[in-house]
C-alpha cells in the first residue's frame, strides 16, 4: 500500500509495484486536500481510492482484513511523517518509509517501541546507497583522514522540496567523522531555475524531478580538491529501491527476523536490490 499515490514518489512507486507484479492496495492515504477534491487517482489503470486522514483508522482496519502480507510504504511530506508513522506503529503493520524531514529521532523512537518492523532511509536508489555506505566506511576506518579540509555541500532539487536533502544530511554526518564537520545550515540548497541550469546542468525536462548533489573537499593550501557528485533526473531509482525495501522487509516479517528496524545499507548489504 502506497501513501500517497497523489505525490510525485508515491505514485512512481505504486507504478514500481505493479512492474514489479506485486499486488498494490487499491486504497492510499492522502493529504485532505487531494482526498476531497478527487475520489481515485490511476495508477497503471488501477483505479486507487484516496483515503482522507480522519477515514485513515476505518481504512486500516479493511486493509489489514483483506491483505495478510501488507506492507505500507510512505512517501508523503515532512510536516506529517511523524504522525504518520506514529499511525502505523499503532496498527502494527510493517512499513518503508523513503519520506525525508521531520523528528527522526522521535520516527525511529515509535517505531522500535511499537516493535514493529520497518526500513526507513532517505535515500532508496542502490548505487546512492552504495556510495552512502562506501562514505560510511571510509568514515569508520579512517576518522580524520581528511581533518582541517573545507567541505563545501550544494544539493538542487524541485523547486517545491522544502526539506533540506536528506541524504546530504546523512553523508555529511560521515564527512564528520572524516574531519570535516559542517551544520545542516552549511548545506547549499538550489530551488530556481536558472541556477539548477547555468551552474548545476540540470536538463530543462528534469527541472520538476531532479536530485543533484556535489561534496566538494578542499585542503587548508587550496592545493588538493576531491569532487563526490551524485546527479539523478526523475524519480525511477528510488521507486526501484523502494519495492526492493518492501520485499526485503516482507521476508524480514516472515523469517521473524529479531532486529526489526533496517536502513536501506541493511537492505543492499543483504544482496536484497536488484
Ligand atoms: N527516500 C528516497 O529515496 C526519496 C525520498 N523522497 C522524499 O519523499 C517525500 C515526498 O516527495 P514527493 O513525492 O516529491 O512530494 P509530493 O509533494 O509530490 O507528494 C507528497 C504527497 O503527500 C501527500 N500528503 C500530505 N499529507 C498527507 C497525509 N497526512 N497522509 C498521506 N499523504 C499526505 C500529499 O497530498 P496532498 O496534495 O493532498 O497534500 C502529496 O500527494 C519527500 O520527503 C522527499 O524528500 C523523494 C525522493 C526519493
Ligand atoms: O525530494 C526529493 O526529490 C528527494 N529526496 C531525498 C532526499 O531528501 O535526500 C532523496 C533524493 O535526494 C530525492
Known sequence: MVNSCTGKMGHATAEAVVRAGLQLVPLSFTGASEAVAVGNVGVAGIPVELIAPEERQAAMERVKAQYPGLVLIDFTLPSVVNDNVEFYAHNGVPFVVGTTGGDREKLLADAQSAGCYAVIAP????????????????????????????????????????????????????????????????????????????????????????AFHTYRLTSPDGDVEFVFQHNVCGRTIYAEGTVDAALFLAKKVSQKSEKRIFDMIDVLREGSMR
Open 123 to 210: 535515500q532508496m536508489g542502490k548505487q546512492v546507497v552504495a556510495f552512502q555506505a562506501a562514505m560510511e566506511i571510509l568514515a569508520q576506518n579512517f576518522p580524520g583522514a581528511f581533518s582541517g579540509y573545507k567541505l563545501e555541500v550544494t544539493e538542487s532539487h524541485q523547486r517545491q522540496k522544502a526539506d533540506t536533502s536528506g541524504t546530504a544530511k546523512a553523508i555529511v554526518s560521515s564527512f564528520g567523522k572524516l574531519g570535516t564537520p559542517i551544520q545542516e545550515a552549511d548545506i547549499e540548497k538550489v530551488r530556481d531555475a536558472p541556477t539548477q541550469m547555468d551552474r548545476m546542468g540540470v536538463p530543462e525536462e528534469h527541472l520538476g524531478g531532479h
